[in-house]
Structures are given as structure tokens and as C-alpha cells.
Nanobody, 125 residues
């Protein structure tokens, strides 16, 4: 079974930084785009960031643009999400996903085939 494994979630104070990582099997890492979504209690799953596998282009949700950075790590078959200037509203379960979206669907959950179990990020003083 294909599996994406997230790590790095934690409880941090507002303004802090955190880096999430997601390790993927080689077949997925080398053939699929990778993305991060998040879901807060009572809310729909929200697009955070994505990186395309064939050209490395990155995409960001409006609420994280300028604060978060997504990157592929070929040495570790991983995708990282560097999160800076964290806010309480960033609190959520963060999921890694893999898929082959086209540009117009990169922000849609329906474009992703494989999902991790999630890692919890809590931003609170």
C-alpha cells in the first residue's frame, strides 16, 4: 500500500516557525505532484501549498502566501512545508497529498490520489 508519512507537527506560540515533512515512496515522489492541505475542527479541508513534479512550480493558498514555503527534497523523497510567522488561525491537522492535477485543479482535494494520516499543528499562547 502506498503511504505518505507526515511529521513535524507541534504546539507552538504565535509568531513561531515550524517545518513539516512528508516522506513518500519513490514511485509517488518521482511521478506525482505533492501538496499540503489542512483541516480545522468544523471546517472543510483547505489547500495550503503544492509543488508540481515535472516543473517544480509552486502554488500557495491566499492565507499562507508569503509565510509558508513548500519544497521538494529529492535526497529524502520528501516534501517540506516551512511555516513562518504562525498565527492561531493556522491551527489545524495538516495533510500531505500526492496527485497529478492540472494547473486549474491544483487546489482541489479531488485532484489528489494519495493522502497521509495528518500531523497536528497548534498555535496558541
Amino acid at each position: 500500500q502506498e503511504e505518505l508519512v507526515e511529521s513535524g507537527g507541534s504546539l507552538v506560540q504565535p509568531g513561531a516557525s515550524l517545518r513539516l515533512s512528508c516522506v513518500a515512496p519513490g514511485r509517488i515522489f518521482n511521478g506525482y505532484g505533492l501538496a499540503w492541505f489542512r483541516q480545522a475542527p468544523g471546517k472543510e479541508r483547505e489547500f495550503v501549498a503544492a509543488v508540481r513534479y515535472h516543473n517544480g512550480m509552486t502554488y500557495y493558498g491566499d492565507s499562507v502566501k508569503g509565510r509558508f514555503t513548500v519544497s521538494r527534497d529529492s535526497a529524502r523523497n520528501a516534501v517540506h512545508l516551512q511555516m513562518n510567522s504562525l498565527k492561531p488561525e493556522d491551527t489545524a491537522l495538516y495533510y500531505c497529498a500526492a496527485g497529478r492535477p492540472i494547473t486549474s485543479t491544483v487546489r482541489s482535494t479531488n485532484s489528489y490520489t494519495f493522502w497521509g494520516q495528518g500531523t497536528q499543528v497548534t498555535v496558541s499562547s
